[in-house]
């Protein structure tokens, strides 16, 4: 491997690593993995430039920013539970306390507030129920033909009915 | 490359698969309800990619499941729907392959089984999936989020819904 890095004149990289912003190789369920992203949400949430948004510009700004950032990595990785819990927290204080957070008293419980506005919620997007429907889109494009490099790697790795596993439970 | 050098490794069903994969077969949960195959539908036009036995394209459960004992009569158990519909003369008609003949019980869920298949009509193109939750089924993260929602939060059933969906 030394010799081939040498010759090639490039250095040995180790997983995990970042491409195209997602980190490859890396473990979905562990908490570091998500660490990066956590840390994005609460600072872009906190900047003082939101120092003096009212509370339905909260609520706005809320779905905006985990409609962007989070987004990218939820639409690949599944997040464990730890990782949903620490997120929820960070809007929460975000929406009840503001940016000079500290606890303040959530008057309404998360669950509530992730109704649509329709049934008396705020609308604010759950964010695991996002993250579940945009993995569900992998499912429907493994199902759904379209000729793709990725679909053939995964036909060659977990056999040529893979993509019908996914449909009808796993027996075909 | 990365195909080959898979391959080299001994085939199919890896020990190890990868942890995106394992998401993404059991999103549903290992039982229960199936809040995503159930939003599905088989689209069967030329017929060459269904099993006519085996896959559900008829109705909700598979024909395997609906007239077992058909199936088991059956001589083409793996058949596609291409196969067991075939031209005969100007008209398309079902040939069945039978192990023997029928009693006159069997006659009747035969007949069953042929008023389900009435009006299939053959269409150009290869068979896919439809997305009942859209008009031109064509699956969307949005119709997926609206339905969830209302599995799990709306409802205000979590415990076990929320089991289902978030294992």
Same mark, same amino acid.
């Given at each position: ?172 | ?38 939003? *599905? $539908?088989?689209? #069967?036009? @030329? ?8 896959? &559900?394209?008829?109705?909700? =459960? ?54 389900? *298949? $009435?009006?299939? #009509?053959? @269409? ?8 009942? &939750?859209?008009?031109?089924? =064509? ?29």
């Amino acid at each position: 491997m030394d010799m081939a890095c040498t010759f090639l004149n490039c250095n040995e990289g180790s997983l995990p690593f970042k491409y195209l912003g997602l980190p490859v190789g890396a473990n979905p369920s562990s908490y570091s993995t998500w660490e990066p992203l956590l840390e994005h949400v609460s600072t872009r949430l906190n900047s003082w430039g939101n120092k003096y948004i009212s509370f339905g510009g909260r609520v706005v700004l809320l779905n905006s920013v985990i409609n962007a950032i989070p987004v990218f990595y939820l639409s690949f990785l599944k997040m464990p539970g730890k990782v949903w819990r620490k997120l929820v927290k960070i809007q929460r204080e975000f929406l009840w306390g503001g940016v000079t957070g500290g606890r303040k008293i959530s008057w309404v419980k998360w669950r509530s507030v992730c109704h649509p506005k329709g049934r008396g919620g705020l609308g604010v997007r759950d964010i695991r129920v996002v993250n579940i429907s945009l993995l569900a889109k992998w499912r429907w494009r493994l199902l759904n033909g379209e000729n793709a490099l990725w679909k053939e790697v995964l036909i060659e790795k977990y056999g040529p009915n893979a993509c019908d596993v996914v449909e009808e439970g796993g027996g075909v | 490359m990365l195909v080959m050098s898979w391959r080299k490794e001994g085939g199919f069903r890896p020990s190890v698969s990868s942890r995106w994969w394992k998401d993404i077969i059991h999103i549903e949960g290992r039982e229960g309800v199936s809040w995503f195959n159930e939003e *599905l $539908e088989r689209r #069967v036009r @030329n017929g060459e990619n269904t099993k006519f036995w085996h896959c &559900r394209w008829q109705g909700g =459960v598979s024909f395997r499941v609906k007239y077992p004992r058909h199936f088991s009569m059956s001589n083409l158990k793996d058949a596609t729907v291409a196969e067991v519909w075939v031209l005969n003369g100007t008209v398309k008609e079902w040939s069945f392959s039978w192990r023997r003949p029928f009693f006159v019980w069997e006659e009747q869920l035969l007949i069953n089984l042929l008023a389900d *298949l $009435e009006g299939h #009509v053959w @269409n150009e193109g290869a068979d896919g999936r439809g997305w009942k &939750r859209e008009e031109d089924e =064509v699956f969307s993260v949005k119709s997926m989020y609206t339905k969830l929602e209302g599995l799990v939060i709306l409802e205000n059933r979590w415990g076990a819904e929320e089991q289902i969906v978030f294992n």
